[in-house]
């Protein structure tokens, strides 16, 4: 392991990088990664991060990764359960499972998914109402269209609500067929369809009630992102919103990628995605969605312990394979927030910074 890391870090210093202007700098980082273990700290100060670790993965273990596969997500390769016990660690960079590590955050300190006030579905009206409109896009009976520039789009996902009412997403026409894109592809992989994830999986209905749930509880964040004006939210102001509206730094870290990957991942990001335009921009480049998702998504990661593992990801895949140089300065950026986060949770005495929201 050591003379990977060391071959890593070689590699990134020989190649050269396209330079990308960071705007959220050192001092972000400092001053976030200062409240995130602060929050973390006063809510578990009986907890190592191993102890919050170990903890949440045996949730994920237990109680979500038997439905994962329903909706598959290439992530490398799973470890035997004796191998994960005895690590912590369930694969290699990731196993599937670890892309719902939110949900076990989630789980951790709210395992009933209760609410402090009653929540319509609100997340999930959306995601079926975006995947609706851009299959018929896809299909030439509706123009191109980008659902953040429309100013009824909160009345369309009300008006929407009644079809994913009791945790359902409905995916078939009248007569029973796949809503989907009726046009040629060049693999079968790719059709877009209004199903999210393998509908002839054996536990597909069970994915589907399940992150229906998760969209419902999920919903109050949501909507308030929803009415903030683009690119006016710092993570600082939307962890403190998630945080007031959740109680626990646990729940309200969890619910924040949940929702980013949502809006990057389960809809069509030129026509569909939203929420990710309220955040400030990070760095250059024009994938907004794709920078949240990941930044949430890698910073998560990083607070869990896994900065060598899905950083080696990030490097092999993003910079050498897919030359995405955004995007792995992104993961970069927040692997750096979840190292600080972790030396700032053992050792409360370096934290000096405050938060700038």
Not at 73 to 83: Q, T, Y
Not at 298 to 327: C, H, T
């Amino acid at each position: 392991m050591k003379k990977l890391i060391l071959s890593t870090l070689l590699i990134s210093i020989i190649l050269p990088s396209q330079a990308i202007e960071i705007y959220y700098g050192e001092e972000r980082i400092e001053s976030f990664a200062c409240e995130l273990s602060r929050s973390f700290k006063e809510a578990y100060p009986d907890k190592s991060l191993r102890k919050l670790k170990m903890e949440t993965l045996s949730i994920l273990r237990e109680d979500i990764k038997p439905y994962v596969n329903a909706h598959p997500i290439p992530a490398g390769f799973s470890l035997p359960k004796f191998v994960e016990k005895i690590t912590g660690i369930p694969g290699f960079p990731a196993s599937r499972s670890e892309y719902w590590i939110q949900n076990a955050f989630i789980l951790y300190a709210n395992p009933n998914l209760e609410l402090k006030e009653h929540s319509e579905n609100h997340f999930a009206s959306y995601i079926h109402l975006a995947r609706k409109r851009h299959v018929d896009y896809l299909n030439g009976v509706a123009p191109k269209f980008k659902l953040r520039d429309e100013k009824d789009l909160f009345k369309q996902i009300e008006n929407n609500l009644p079809n994913v009412a009791d945790y359902t997403f409905p995916h078939l026409d009248g007569e029973g067929n796949p809503i989907q894109h009726e046009g040629i592809v060049n693999n079968e992989k790719n059709r877009f369809t209004l199903a999210v994830g393998k509908v002839e999986h054996e536990m597909y209905d069970e994915f589907v009630y399940e992150s229906q749930r998760y969209n419902e509880f999920a919903s109050p964040l949501f909507v308030w992102l929803l009415n903030q004006k683009d690119f006016s939210v710092s993570p600082e102001k939307l962890f403190k919103k998630s945080l007031e509206i959740y109680g626990d730094p646990m729940v309200a870290f969890g619910v924040i990628p949940w929702i980013f990957s949502g809006d990057a991942l389960t809809v069509n990001r030129g026509t569909s995605s939203v929420v990710s335009y309220k955040m400030e921009r990070l760095l250059e480049g024009n994938d907004i969605p794709g920078f949240q998702y990941h930044f949430w998504g890698y910073l998560i990661q990083s607070m869990m312990g896994n900065s060598v593992r899905v950083g080696s990801l990030a490097f092999v895949y993003e910079k050498l394979y897919q030359k995405d140089i955004p995007d792995w300065k992104v993961d970069l950026m927040a692997l750096k927030v979840g190292k600080k986060f972790r030396k700032f949770f053992k050792r409360p005495e370096a934290c000096q910074g405050s938060s700038k929201i």
